[in-house]
């Protein structure tokens, strides 16, 4: 008896430790609504249809499309993400339309904002303003709000984004990291301290995939493009991990491989060499069986 109760104590103490390896992070997957060219219906019939959670999206204006918009989310039972900016002549008019449209995006109830922020030639303080004003409002309606990597934003570049999260302990990010494969022509092995700062600081991913000469690959499917695929899966596998890791209960994803023009074209007939549907469909299927436990 004293034998099996000793193998019974080895086996508990063999076994994992279920406080961390058991999580509830949940994978929340959205689409772009970036080149829809059919109604809100049937195009969140579709985005339902493929397997998404969601659609992200800017907010139209209030009237007719706004509601044909949020009849749709609620008719295919798709959750919202919302992105806002600013814009203006002058910085104070930049900030007072940014501060505008973040509350407006906030009333709406979205899952998240993803806030293109700032300026590339903005000062740190100005665009530190714009960051604070932001998290203000999160604190005060509880919704999330994200600052994407984005080329023409505070964000634009690696090792410019490092310093504001060095200084801005609230700062997390929607990581595009495609815009900084292309700003920087590399895969920012040189730049790891950089990236791994921002890695622990996302909240939100956007899944294009960039390489150094540009911010989207034509097709992520095609084999030329395995290695830098392979590199994007990476980054954001270290996310997953670092969300599960902390405990956190949700991490969204957007699928945004964009339309002809931003995806590449050929010449004369400006016909797109893939299809960005089929791209982001193979976008969720692939990130949905990589995550899937």
Request: include cysteine; aromatic fraction near 10%.
């Amino acid at each position: 008896m004293k034998y099996i109760y000793s193998i019974m104590l080895f086996i508990l103490w063999a076994l994992p430790n279920q406080a961390q390896v058991n999580n509830n992070l949940k994978i929340k997957f959205y689409c772009t609504n970036w080149g829809m060219s059919e109604s809100w219906d049937s195009y969140c019939a579709r985005v339902s249809q493929a397997g998404f959670d969601g659609l992200e999206t800017w907010l139209p204006a209030a009237g007719e499309e706004r509601t044909a918009m949020f009849n749709a989310l609620k008719k295919h039972n798709l959750s919202l993400g919302l992105l806002s900016g600013g814009g203006g002549a002058n910085f104070d008019q930049y900030l007072a339309s940014f501060i505008k449209n973040v509350e407006d995006a906030a009333q709406q109830k979205p899952d998240y904002i993803n806030c293109h922020t700032g300026k590339e030639y903005y000062t740190f303080e100005q665009n530190k303003a714009l960051i604070d004003a932001a998290e203000a409002i999160s604190k005060k309606t509880g919704i999330p709000v994200r600052h994407e990597t984005h080329r023409g934003r505070f964000s634009f570049a690696a090792h410019i984004t490092k310093k504001y999260l060095e200084e801005i302990p609230h700062l997390r990010l929607t990581l595009d990291i495609s815009h900084w494969c292309n700003v920087h022509e590399s895969m920012l092995s040189d730049q790891k301290e950089a990236v791994q700062l921002a890695l622990l600081k996302t909240g939100h991913i956007h899944a294009r995939i960039g390489h150094p000469q540009g911010p989207q690959v034509n097709d992520p499917a095609a084999p030329e493009w395995k290695s830098i695929l392979d590199q994007h899966l990476a980054w954001w596998d270290e996310i997953v991990r670092i969300h599960k890791e902390s405990k956190a209960k949700v991490l969204t994803i957007t699928t945004e491989f964009g339309p002809a023009g931003y995806l590449p074209t050929l010449p004369y007939t400006q016909q797109p060499v893939a299809d960005q549907w089929s791209i982001n469909v193979f976008m969720l299927n692939l990130l949905k069986t990589r995550y899937k436990s």
